[in-house]
């Protein structure tokens, strides 16, 4: 399923963005969907996921109590709310999509992803 991020933009330490992931020509809801970024020079970490329901949700402990993880079946949308951001949190942020059980958390659970969207975030 053809997944499409937006919302990355640049912004200063304290601020906000938040991201979307929309599908085109399919629907989400029975999709696990997540989000992972990379930074210059690192490998890509998990950020945030959300169970196909919306149940269920796992967070980064970099990121918890910060960043929240929604979606709206309705709309085939899922989004990152990106609150108090820090330089650190300065990435590509990838979304992406899993009809398979299993740990949220786990890149490898993920078949499905958007080409990624970039966030800058100054001190």
């Known amino acids: 399923v053809p997944l499409v991020e937006s919302g990355g933009g640049k912004v200063q330490g304290g601020g906000s963005l938040r991201l979307s992931c929309a599908a085109s020509g399919r629907t989400l809801s029975s999709y696990a969907m997540a989000w992972f970024r990379q930074a210059p020079g690192k490998e890509r970490d998990f950020v945030a996921a959300?169970?196909?329901?919306?149940?269920?949700?796992v967070y980064a402990d970099s990121v918890k109590g910060r960043f929240t993880i929604s979606r709206d079946n309705a709309k085939n949308t899922v989004f990152l709310q990106m609150n108090s951001l820090k330089p650190e949190d300065t990435a590509v942020y990838y979304c992406?999509?899993?009809?398979?059980?299993?740990?949220?958390?786990?890149?490898?659970?993920?078949?499905?992803w958007g080409k990624g969207t970039q966030v800058t975030v100054s001190s």
């Open positions: 992406a999509g899993s009809v398979y059980p299993g740990s949220l958390n786990r890149e490898s659970l993920y078949g499905y």
């Open positions: 959300i169970s196909w329901s919306g149940g269920s949700t």
